[in-house]
């Protein structure tokens, strides 16, 4: 199969992945010369938003391992460009690269507020707990033009709908009029990922996303605004930034939050080449090893979807990993366990012209 030459660095600047390699579902890409010898200077990679007006917004999934049944995605691709990203597969289906194209070619859903309000107001629905931001986050970049993060939590604020919210992005600060009434109702809680206290390495891993020491500012902005954030420790690298796990904990809790959690770093698919491409160019002493500890937790494998153990793997490494957790959790008190989100609040919001209770 044919694929891509390597791309120029310099057109790739502040990305994540460092190739386009078609997807699963493609056959093939390639360039060719046009037969005139002549030196060509290739703009650097811009992002690019196409639109997509979607017939249904709420996506509900089975998996026995996930807290949640439900999700809401405003935005298919990032423009933070985490390496690691466990959802650059699911750009395939669009016939996109999960490399590039999926930091750069990203898809938006501006009708998706008025899609949620007809969804939620079916008789057939039944509320649980929507989860926004668990394939692409939702307050990445583009939100800031968009908005489509922030027109549905105005529907689910209407609707007293619970919500809970992971992101790395600094533009939830902007919701805090919609977030803290609906925290003081029981209505909302928050995620903020953590994957390094370095600097440098973050930029490296997550070209578009805010630094470490603005994240934490968030999670204290939004604990002083009265919203339970629970400090995600995700993904937790071996050999890059495991050792991190405590410091990662203790930040977060001392920055405001409540509760925390971990995932080991997960490479489904397209993403396993990507990573080791990525590992070549920036972390070659220590590719090996860090391949090496990934694949004792997977039987060998790169990676193993298997359900309860796709998120941890297995073995003596990732049971000494979790200890750690459990321990550090313990000595911060983050592991109180969270009260459930509000469900009894759900209803239809009043509308100009309804006719007045009586009682």
Not at 195 to 206: I, Q, V
Not at 321 to 331: D, E, H, K, N, S
Not at 340 to 348: A, H, I, K, N, V
Request: charged letters at 25%; glycine letters at 8%; aromatic letters at 6%.
């Amino acid at each position: 199969m044919s694929t891509e030459l390597p791309i120029d660095p310099a057109r790739r600047r502040a990305r994540g992945a460092a190739s386009n390699a078609p997807g699963r579902f493609e056959p093939g890409r390639s360039r060719e010369p046009d037969g005139w010898d002549l030196p060509e200077e290739l703009p650097s990679l811009r992002t690019e938003v196409r639109i997509e007006v979607p017939r249904s917004v709420i996506t509900y999934n089975r998996s026995p391992d996930l807290p949640f049944d439900r999700s809401i995605n405003p935005y298919r691709g990032c423009e933070h460009g985490c390496i690691y990203c466990f959802a650059r597969p699911s750009h395939a289906y669009l016939g996109l690269s999960p490399g590039l194209d999926f930091e750069t070619r990203l898809i938006a859903r501006p009708e998706a507020a008025r899609v949620l309000e007809r969804e939620l107001g079916s008789k057939a629905y039944r509320v649980a707990p929507i989860a926004i931001g668990t394939n692409t986050d939702p307050y990445q970049p583009l939100e800031r033009d968009m908005g489509i993060a922030r027109a549905c939590l105005e529907v689910l604020a209407e609707w007293g709908h619970p919500v809970a919210i992971v992101t790395k992005g600094t533009l939830i600060e902007r919701d805090l009029d919609i977030l803290a009434p609906m925290a003081a109702r029981g209505l909302v809680r928050v995620g903020i990922s953590l994957t390094t206290l370095d600097a440098g390495l973050a930029r490296r891993m997550e070209p578009r996303a805010p630094a470490p020491a603005r994240r934490l500012a968030v999670i204290r902005r939004l604990s002083e605004a009265g919203i339970p954030v629970r400090v995600m420790a995700s993904p937790l690298v071996p050999g890059l930034t495991d050792h991190e796990l405590e410091a990662l904990l203790a930040a977060g809790q001392e920055a405001g939050a409540v509760a925390a959690s971990w995932i080991m770093l997960r490479l489904p698919r397209e993403v396993s080449a990507l990573w080791q491409e990525w590992l070549a160019e920036h972390a070659p002493g220590k590719a090996a090893r860090i391949m090496a500890r990934l694949r004792e937790m997977h039987g060998g494998k790169d990676y193993d979807p298997r359900w309860g153990h796709r998120m941890r793997g297995e073995g003596e490494y990732a049971e000494m990993v979790g200890r750690r957790f459990r321990a550090a959790v313990r000595r911060l008190g983050l592991d109180a366990p969270s009260p459930p989100l509000r469900c009894d609040l759900f209803g239809p919001p009043a509308r100009p012209g309804d006719q007045l209770s009586l009682f």
